[in-house]
Nanobody, 121 residues
Framework: VQLQALGGGLVQAGESLRLSCVAS????????MGWYVQAPGGQREMVAQ?????????KYKDSVQGRFTISIDYSKNTAYLQMNNLKPEDTGDYYC??????????????WGRGTLVTVSS
């Protein structure tokens, strides 16, 4: 399984971006997808996460609550992060993470390569 994150770029404060993360390979089920950000000089931290179990659970980093929305199109094995009203402090490399089930490997955590989001003031 490979995860590919797309959609980063340079925007001004207040603008929007939508990131996509496509899971390719022998995906049989997506248990959880999440987006993480690593700011320059900082540690990687969770931005948004959606977990599919008996119910669907969504979590957000406090500072993005109300501005970012995570979603998954299971028919396309693609997760999205809609980011509205972007702020300079949202700048960083955004990584997608997925806990994905394949017949061969079972449920495994995968990481995609980062996509850079830069928000200018």
């Amino acid at each position: 399984v490979q995860l590919q994150a797309l959609g980063g770029g340079l925007v001004q404060a207040g603008e929007s971006l939508r990131l996509s993360c496509v899971a390719s390979g022998n995906v049989r089920a997506i248990n959880r997808m999440g987006w993480y950000v690593q700011a320059p000089g900082g540690q990687r931290e969770m931005v948004a996460q959606i977990t599919r179990a008996s119910t669907t659970t969504v979590k957000y980093k406090d500072s993005v609550q109300g501005r970012f929305t995570i979603s998954i199109d299971y028919s396309k094995n693609t997760a999205y992060l809609q980011m509205n009203n972007l702020k300079p402090e949202d700048t960083g490399d955004y990584y997608c993470n997925g806990n994905i089930y394949t017949y061969r490997e079972g449920s495994v955590d995968y990481w995609g390569r980062g996509t850079l989001v830069t928000v200018s003031s």
